[in-house]
């Protein structure tokens, strides 16, 4: 189930207070080696880290042509008005290169915690409609209003207006949030560590039909993978874990992301290292994916 979209490629940069040095040096290596995104975490009530869209803020005005975007960010403890506003002044402050990774909010208790609502699955999800509909308003820099069941926006005039037609990318699982995605939304984010890659195929399904039920070209819908996994050198048999898609030498990982685009329908990789993230960044983007690339172009 091969998609038409181009596959891309990004590495995933922490908000850690602790590593701001090393998040500046993995965003390089995307900027260096010509990868398309840096994707950063959001949760807001991890003590540890620092602000995500601060941050992807910071790292914006140190490149020029890597794309950024939440990964995904907290919806609950971010009113969409006021998204949709710190969106477009990354965009403007970017010149065009943010997208908006959005979520409906996981871990309620934490967020509650915070001051935010404690949602159910389904007022979470609703919620999450609503707010794709205040953000696209706010993004159109007219005066609009809207009487939601969760967000109330009475007389906003919102505004800058984005440099660029900005992605709302959504980072959902449950079937009717996928229907909701292919409804809507721009993009789909998910984690490898959350849906194994036999379950792609379903859920990309839903998405699709979703979309031309709604109008919609389903190929214009990003499908973004974050993969979680080591890069190992191909003499390292003690490294290598059998039948792990995520865990091996280089042509392993050139097979696994073939594999997951041709047969899973996936068009954009964010890898995430689970140790040695610096080397592990810089393994992936100088030998990883150009062979992905030149294989994907045969």
Request: proline content about 7%.
């Amino acid at each position: 189930m091969t998609t038409s979209s181009p596959v891309s490629f990004g590495l995933n940069v922490d908000p850690h207070a602790a590593g701001l040095p090393a998040a500046a040096r993995i965003t390089e290596i995307a900027q260096t080696t010509g990868l398309e995104y840096v994707g950063v975490q959001d949760h807001p009530y991890v003590s540890e880290f620092v602000d995500t869209l601060s941050l992807i803020t910071w790292l914006a005005a140190t490149t020029d042509t890597v794309r950024f975007f939440p990964n995904v960010a907290n919806l609950p403890l971010r009113p969409p008005a006021m998204l949709a506003q710190q969106a477009a002044t990354i965009d403007v402050l970017s010149g065009g290169r943010f997208e908006l990774g959005l979520g409906a909010g996981a871990f309620a208790d934490r967020i509650a915690a915070m001051g935010g609502p404690h949602r159910s699955h389904g007022a979470a999800r609703a919620a999450l409609s609503e707010a794709i509909d205040v953000i696209r308003a706010s993004w159109a820099g007219e005066p609009f209003r809207h009487d939601g069941t969760h967000y109330q926006v009475p007389g906003a005039h919102p505004g800058p207006r984005p440099a660029h037609d900005i992605g709302v990318w959504l980072g959902v699982g449950g079937p009717r949030a996928l229907r909701l995605l292919g409804e809507k939304a721009d993009g789909w984010s998910v984690s490898s560590a959350y849906v194994p890659p036999e379950a792609l195929p379903g859920m990309n399904g839903v998405i699709s039909d979703a979309a031309r039920e709604a109008g919609r070209d389903p190929d214009a819908i990003l499908r973004l993978y974050n993969v979680a996994g080591l890069v190992t050198a191909e003499e390292d048999e003690a490294g290598e874990k059998a039948g792990d898609p995520f865990h091996g030498f280089v042509d392993h990982w050139v097979d696994t992301l073939v594999r997951l685009h041709t047969e899973c329908g996936m068009n954009a990789f964010v890898f995430w290292p689970t140790r040695d993230r610096e080397r592990q960044s810089l393994l992936f983007a100088r030998e990883v994916v150009p062979a992905a690339r030149d294989r994907l172009r045969r």
